[in-house]
């Protein structure tokens, strides 16, 4: 099986800016889940998705967004972008079983300026 | 709700010495443990998890890890490093409830091998 895709891998914009990265899960998995990688925070958890609903989601502000169309593909949106959002942002295809794993993508690298 | 604490921010290791990685959780039930690896700039890894049945895990790239119920713990272990394993490893606990899993990852312990 294909792995999970995210694209961009890397991206630049400016402050003010909005931004859409993609995920493409893995062939079967139906649910998603969004990470945001700094050297200060860590790895913090952003949303997760499950057949198109949002079932649980991390304390980040609304200007993060996410959705997942009917075919597992998740997108995340960083709308009027901030320093502070230059980040590693990883996308995990989940296979829910027991217990549920989460299998990463490379990663979208997102620097602001 | 659960936690991990991963004691140990940075290990220094000779190539072919031994390697044991802590991991604490903190949960009221069994959970559910996982070990990643992350190389730089790149995604996380699973190395391996436990959930039920025998204690002893084996993972990949030769890596095991036990489950300790009594201390609470899931060290993860290498018997002979390889430069290779030079990189980021997380432990992750899960737990389940209201119908889904929820995941809390410990802050990681970066592993530097020397020759």
């Known amino acids: 099986k294909a792995g999970v895709t995210q694209t961009p891998r890397y991206l630049i914009k400016t402050r003010g800016q909005q931004v859409t990265l993609s995920c493409s899960p893995i062939?079967?998995?139906?649910?998603v889940s969004w990470y945001q990688q700094t050297p200060g925070q860590g790895l913090q958890f952003l949303f997760e998705y499950f057949s198109e609903t949002q079932r649980n989601k991390g304390n980040f502000p609304g200007r993060f967004s996410g959705r997942q169309f009917s075919n597992s593909r998740s997108e995340m949106n960083v709308s009027t972008l901030e320093l502070g959002d230059s980040a590693l942002y990883l996308c995990a295809s989940i296979d829910d079983g027991v217990p549920d794993t989460q299998y990463f993508g490379p990663g979208t690298r997102l620097t602001v300026l | 709700a659960q936690s991990v604490t991963q004691p140990d921010i940075h290990i220094t290791v000779s190539e072919g010495a031994s390697l044991e990685l802590r991991c604490n959780y903190s949960?009221?039930?069994?959970?559910?443990l996982f070990w990643y690896v992350q190389s730089p700039g790149q995604g996380l890894q699973l190395l391996l998890k436990y959930f039920s049945g025998d204690t002893l895990v084996q993972g990949i790239k030769g890596f095991e890890a036990e489950f300790k119920r009594s201390q609470s713990s899931f060290n993860l272990r290498k018997p002979s490093v390889h430069w290779s394993d030079a990189a980021e490893y997380f432990c992750?606990?899960?737990?389940?409830?209201?119908?889904?899993?929820?995941?809390?990852f410990g802050t990681g312990t970066k592993l530097q091998v020397i020759p």
């Open positions: 992750a606990v899960g737990a389940r409830g209201g119908g889904y899993q929820k995941v809390t």
């Open positions: 062939s079967g998995h139906r649910s």
């Open positions: 949960y009221g039930a069994t959970p559910y």
